[in-house]
């Protein structure tokens, strides 16, 4: 007899599962993700108002335009390397949400994309005589959406390179003009 309605039922079944698993996973690590920016932005918060508490006192107790353009400079590349590490500790809590979201995301793909072939594998066992040619185009059809998600991942994984590749350069540069400026305004 022909049961398709029962495996298409398990089938669907398995997969929702499988999606809200996946849902639950994504959604702790966008709480763990949210947690980990809060937390870094009132460190750092905190420690702002604190060097800008420190720095005001000593800009205010120069006794001479000098030594205020002097105290003005010194405290430029500690600013400059704080925000620098922020911005790595910042991009270091994006990179890792990003490769957890995208793992998670090409597991739960995977699975499903095993599940369908195996259930289109027992379909066509049971199929009547004559739908060779519909079993054929759906299994293209699988076929070319699990191509066409491969060549999405890897295209999403060599964006994030870059990105990451071009933050870094970035950041390095940033560092390299502020530790410059300190140096000629120490001069």
Aim: proline share 2%.
């Amino acid at each position: 007899m022909f049961n398709i309605p029962e495996q298409f039922s398990a089938v669907a079944k398995a997969n929702l599962e499988a999606q809200l698993s996946v849902f639950t996973t994504l959604t702790s690590k966008a709480f763990e993700s949210v947690e980990k920016m809060v937390d870094l932005n009132l460190n750092a918060a905190k420690a702002s108002l604190e060097d800008s508490s420190i720095a005001a006192k000593q800009l205010l107790s120069a006794k001479d335009p000098q030594e205020f353009f002097s105290l003005t400079a010194a405290q430029a590349q500690p600013t400059a390397a704080k925000a620098i590490a922020y911005g790595r500790h910042l991009a270091g809590i994006a990179t890792t949400a990003q490769a957890e979201f995208t793992r998670a995301a090409e597991e739960q793909i995977a699975e499903t994309g095993r599940k369908v072939s195996a259930m289109v594998d027992d379909v066509s066992k049971n199929a009547p005589a004559g739908s060779e040619n519909v079993i054929a185009i759906v299994k293209s059809a699988i076929g070319n959406a699990n191509a066409g998600y491969e060549q999405f991942s890897k295209s999403t994984k060599h964006a994030v390179e870059v990105m990451e590749a071009n933050m870094n350069t970035a950041v390095n540069q940033f560092s390299q003009a502020a530790e410059k400026n300190a140096n000629r305004a120490r001069k």
